[in-house]
């Protein structure tokens, strides 16, 4: 079994998608081991996103991310990281399969509805970020 950690961002929150999402997630195979609604400050998307700091996109991702309230995940089941990539689909939606979130839900490249770590040393920082081991169930 493996562990990853998800948003449903802000402009998926806001047009009242987390429930289409949820559903697909579960659908999926995926268990849903936490689970809460926050909203981020800036300084908290900021550190979230660090890895990203030289990017010319990064101020307006983090002012994205905290502008309203975000879904935080975390799922499991068996390849979970890279089976929650391939349901989301690429970032940018233009470029995403049919049938995954981010192609039918994205606004846009940045607004592009859900976030998923990208390898087990990301999900690794990502969960405790967000996660205290007793929220984990
Ligand atoms: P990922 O979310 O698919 O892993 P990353 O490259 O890690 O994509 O980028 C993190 C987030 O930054 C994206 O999900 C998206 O919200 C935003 N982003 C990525 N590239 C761009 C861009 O070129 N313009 C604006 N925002 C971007
Ligand atoms: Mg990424």
Do not use: Q
Not at 29 to 40: E, T, W, Y
């Amino acid at each position: 079994m493996e562990r990853t950690f998800a948003i449903i961002k802000p402009d998926a929150v806001e047009r009242k998608l987390a429930g289409k999402i949820l559903d697909r997630i579960e659908a999926a195979g995926f268990k849903i081991v936490g689970m809460k609604k926050i909203k981020l400050c800036k300084s908290r998307a900021e550190g979230f996103y660090y890895v990203h700091k030289e990017r010319p996109f990064f101020n307006d991702l983090c002012s994205f991310m905290s502008r309203s309230p975000v879904i935080v995940l975390v799922l499991e089941k068996e390849n979970a990281i890279a089976d929650w990539r391939t349901l989301m689909g690429a970032t940018n939606p233009a470029n995403a399969e049919p049938g995954t979130i981010r192609k039918d839900f994205a606004v846009n490249i940045e607004e592009n509805s859900a976030h998923g770590s990208d390898a087990p040393e990301t999900a690794s920082f990502e969960i405790p970020y967000f996660f205290s081991a007793l929220e984990l169930v």
